[in-house]
């Protein structure tokens, strides 16, 4: 599988242009499946609930999920990225996943992040597995980090892949992202944007440097901190089934 990321740095409440700009570079990639950052078609920085409500899409169904599964059918491609859901006037800040066939499913993100919290509403569908053409995939979001049950968790119910979109602000999961991956032997693609954005006095420094790391802790691919880049690299998600470090030492056995 030629997989990757687009990271880019997506302007505040400007949902066309941050779609066309997707649009555009996704339909001069080369790849099986690309992950985007987390609120890619929106911008991060919101002041309030009602921002938000307005920027908010119905999922599946709406603009940007729609014009998601019109570029993966146009590619044969998978596409995951972040954007917040609304859900009947519940707010989600969510994750979704489409492929050549069309929508595959959506995750919900479970831990919130300092002011999330005051718009959004935790997520309430667990950590789903979906399967990408006979590979097994989860989506996390952003903060889920911190926690390593949320990755374990993806990772005992099958997933080989974890398909993480984020709008980092702390200086640490890039790093952390290689013992995420070694400790449940999974191949971690970490779809980061960057840039500065302020909103009414509220600001974010964005940290960039998106990664693939493989399911023995090496990245194989990763960006700058401050600049638009579309990377990929071959994978083989066969590799995170085997959960050995040694013929002695089966760590999902051990748990």
């Known amino acids: 599988m030629k997989a990757g990321y687009y990271q880019f740095a997506p302007s505040l409440f400007d949902k066309r242009g941050n779609l066309e700009k997707v649009s555009e570079k996704l339909g001069t990639a080369d790849a099986d499946l690309i992950v985007l950052p987390e609120f890619f078609n ?59 066939g069309g929508y595959i499913g959506k995750y919900r993100k479970v831990h919130l992040f300092y002011n999330e919290k005051k718009y959004f509403k935790r997520g309430d569908l667990g950590y789903p597995v979906f399967d990408m053409g006979g590979t097994k995939a989860s989506m996390l979001i952003c903060f889920d980090w911190f926690f390593p049950e949320a990755m374990r968790s993806c990772a005992l119910s099958g997933a080989q892949v974890i398909l993480h979109p984020t709008n980092l602000v702390m200086p640490y999961y890039q790093s952390a992202s290689v013992t995420r991956a070694l400790e449940n032997r999974v191949f971690i693609i970490l779809s980061n944007r960057y840039g500065k954005e302020e ?25 700058p901190a401050d600049k638009d880049d579309l990377r990929t690299a071959f994978i083989d998600p066969s590799l995170a089934l085997n959960k050995k470090l040694n013929e002695m030492n089966d760590i999902f056995k051990e748990i």
């Open 42 to 100: 929106t911008g991060y920085t919101f002041s309030s609930a009602e921002e938000a409500a307005v920027q908010a899409e119905r999922i599946p169904g709406g603009e940007t999920t729609e014009l998601m599964a019109a570029i993966a059918r146009k590619k044969n491609m998978f596409i995951c990225g972040g954007l917040p859901e609304d859900d009947g006037g519940v707010l989600y800040n969510s994750s979704v996943l489409v492929g050549p």
């Open 199 to 223: 909103n009414k006095g509220i600001v974010y420094n964005f940290t960039g440097a998106s990664r693939i790391v493989t399911p023995t802790g090496d990245i194989i691919v990763s960006s």
